[in-house]
């Protein structure tokens, strides 16, 4: 059974640092992975999708790296803003089973001016 | 635009009632999804459904019914048999079930379900 841990659950940081936000998951065995963004009361917006065969993505200033042997996944936010604060997600599209979309609890992350 | 509209936004419930929620999308998408959403917890999958007219059970069906009479329509009722039904309920889809590989799920704006 897949399982997805997010850790640090809460980070705040000063506004211009980079960070990383950490996702490990149990089974390798998957058709990619997904890091989304929630704000208070809100839906999730997708932010970043890595197929199972590649080794990172980029958006901006976001970047995500999945490394399925070791099952982590990190989502790097360069100079980060304000804005950036939100709850952040990843979640595992598992193969087998059901295929179903396995989620972290998040990290809710805060940028402080 | 394409996307996925849920509605209401907030929807308050007495007890012993039942409501529906509603999930509409206009993506084209095969799979839809229910999933459900506490504080402290990940989200959880009540329902989905491949392709009309067929749905299947997540992990926390209990207390809660589906339909699937139109690609585009996937509503969720909360009967009241779910005897926790205060959360916040998400609906997304997928281009296909299982997943392909190059493209992922697109979620709605959410429901927030009161019991009063």
């Known amino acids: 059974k897949q399982e997805v841990t997010q850790i640090p659950a809460a980070l705040s940081v000063p506004e211009g640092e980079n960070l990383v936000l950490n996702c490990s998951f149990t089974?390798?065995?998957?058709?990619?992975l997904q890091w989304f963004r929630q704000d208070p009361g809100k839906g999730l917006t997708s932010l970043l999708l890595i197929q199972s065969s590649q080794r990172e993505q980029t958006s901006g200033r976001l970047n995500a790296s999945l490394d399925k042997s070791s099952g982590r996944s990190t989502l790097y936010i360069a100079a980060s803003q304000p804005g950036d604060s939100a709850t952040y997600l990843c979640?595992?599209?598992?193969?087998?089973?059901?295929?179903?979309?396995?989620f972290g609890k998040g990290t809710k992350l805060t940028v402080n001016p | 635009d394409g996307g996925i509209t849920q509605s209401p936004k907030y929807l308050f419930r007495k007890e012993g009632q039942n409501v529906t929620l509603s999930c509409e999308q206009n993506?084209?998408?095969?799979?839809m999804y229910w999933y459900r959403q506490d504080p402290g917890q990940g989200l959880r999958l009540i329902y989905y459904?491949?392709?009309?007219?067929?749905?299947q059970k997540g992990d926390i069906a209990e207390g809660y019914s589906v339909s699937r009479e139109k690609k585009e329509s996937f509503p969720l009722t909360v009967t009241s048999a779910q005897k926790n039904p205060t959360a916040f309920y998400l609906c997304?889809?997928?281009?296909?079930?299982?997943?392909?590989?190059?493209?992922?799920?697109?979620f709605g704006s959410g429901t927030r379900l009161t019991v009063v």
């Open positions: 089974d390798s065995a998957i058709y990619n």
């Open positions: 979640a595992a599209s598992s193969q087998g089973g059901s295929e179903k979309l396995v």
């Open positions: 997304a889809s997928s281009r296909s079930h299982p997943p392909v590989r190059n493209y992922g799920y697109t």
């Open positions: 993506l084209n998408h095969d799979a």
């Open positions: 459904s491949q392709i009309v007219n067929d749905f």
